[in-house]
């Protein structure tokens, strides 16, 4: 499989033909929940697998699987035969959806300390209640998965760069491991983006992204994406979409399908503005460390080179203390003030007291969040006028 940055061509061709029926361009937005049959022979074909013919909303839609298809040229470009994608109703749902479906009671996850604070509330608060474990391991030291699995471990989970301390997994490293152990890696990969980062072309299993991040790309839709091989998708579709009902709404896809066609483009300027911000910040006096993956500086920046074609559009900054943090995000004009990321807009975040504040304090500490961690997504607005933005908040911060 190609590890190149997910190409414009890719993004506004992927997955896409007119539709048969008019020759549109633009594919139709089908909001049917219900889809008629000539007969009973198609009807009993449909629900028995012999026939394609559409049945229901949540079992299927032309829409979403428009979607689907393009998420899987973004993901496994040239290998779309033996690869699918399963459009949900956000990242949580994917999550949920997928280590519900590789998972039973009594098994066992390996995941990273430091990662989104919902997933970590889902494998510390939640799973445990339907009696799956998680063992949090240090993330960056492929051999702590390795030591952390047991008998019934069923799923290595990987989050890299990590929300928000932009920690790097070394993909290929846990890959191997999984591989010879007979377990699934899953990565969450909305951080990183296919532009930057194609984990199935480092032995990853299971790839999900939130798509209300970069991937939809205008901060208006909600959804979520597994994509993998096609027997593990069919195996997620049944237990996500159809039995735990987190379908993804057809205009949402619609909304996120046209996002895509800009992704690359969008990337491309965000990934510039992240490089030339984490610089910055990295030479002023006022910051006291800077998280990029795509800084020498960083301490996974050869594993990054190594598996990112480049470093992303989230960039992570601490400053001394709680309050001036919460001094610099007030003082910013051109960033907002708001969670979520991968938008086109520049967004700020203090992840201790908003993204991250349903983790324990001790866990958000060994997380490496700390008190006065803030983290900026970078959207597609001219980046000196992002840098002095941010500059001069830091400016005001401090007086
Ligand atoms: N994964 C990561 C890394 C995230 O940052 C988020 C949300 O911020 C999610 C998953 C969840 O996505 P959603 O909000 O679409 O459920």
């Not at 474990?133 to 019934?152: G, H, K, L, N, W």
């Not at 800084?295 to 080179?305: D, E, K, Q, V």
């Amino acid at each position: 499989m190609k590890d190149t940055p997910a190409s414009s061509t890719a993004c506004v061709h992927g997955g896409e033909r007119p539709d048969p029926s008019t020759g549109a361009l633009e594919p139709p937005l089908h909001l049917a929940s219900a889809f008629a049959f000539d007969d009973a022979a198609q009807a009993a074909g449909a629900f028995s697998g012999e026939n394609a013919h559409l049945i229901y909303g949540r079992w299927g839609n032309p829409t979403v699987s428009n979607l689907e298809a393009k998420v899987t040229a973004l993901e496994a470009p040239g290998e779309e035969s033996g690869f699918d994608a399963c459009a949900t109703a956000s990242g949580m749902a994917a999550i949920a959806a997928t280590l519900l479906t590789l998972c039973n009671a009594g098994e066992h996850i390996v995941a990273p300390r430091s990662m989104y604070g919902e997933s970590a509330r889902l494998l510390r608060e939640r799973l445990p209640k339907l009696g799956i474990q998680t063992t949090f391991v240090d993330q960056t030291d492929p051999a702590s998965y390795e030591r952390a699995i047991t008998e019934s471990t069923r799923v290595l989970y990987v989050e890299t760069p990590a929300n928000p301390t932009l920690t790097v997994t070394d993909l290929a490293a846990v890959a191997a491991i999984a591989r010879a152990r007979g377990l699934t890696i899953v990565a969450d990969n909305t951080f990183a983006t296919p532009y930057c980062q194609r984990p199935l072309a480092h032995g990853v299993d299971l790839v999900i992204h939130s798509m209300t991040k970069a991937i939809g790309g205008h901060g208006d839709a909600i959804g979520g994406v597994v994509v993998g091989d096609t027997a593990r998708i069919r195996a997620i579709k049944e237990t996500a979409i159809k039995t735990f009902g987190g379908v993804l709404a057809p205009f949402n896809a619609l909304l996120i399908a046209r996002g895509i066609r800009t992704f690359a483009l969008r990337a491309k300027q965000a990934n510039q503005t992240a490089l030339a911000l984490a610089h910055a910040l990295a030479e002023d006096g006022r910051v006291v460390r800077v998280h990029y993956p795509g800084l020498p500086s960083h301490p996974g920046h050869a594993i990054a080179r190594k598996q990112m074609s480049s470093f992303g559009a989230l960039v992570a900054f601490e400053v001394e203390s709680l309050e001036m943090g919460r001094r610099v995000l007030e003082a910013v004009r051109v960033v907002t003030h708001a969670v979520s990321l991968g938008d086109v807009r520049s967004l700020i975040t203090h992840p201790a007291s908003t993204t991250h504040f349903s983790m324990p304090a001790e866990a958000r500490r060994s997380a490496g969040i700390g008190d006065g961690l803030l983290r900026i997504s970078c959207g597609i607005e001219e980046s000196v006028d992002v840098v002095a933005d941010v500059t001069r908040a830091l400016h005001a911060a401090v007086r």
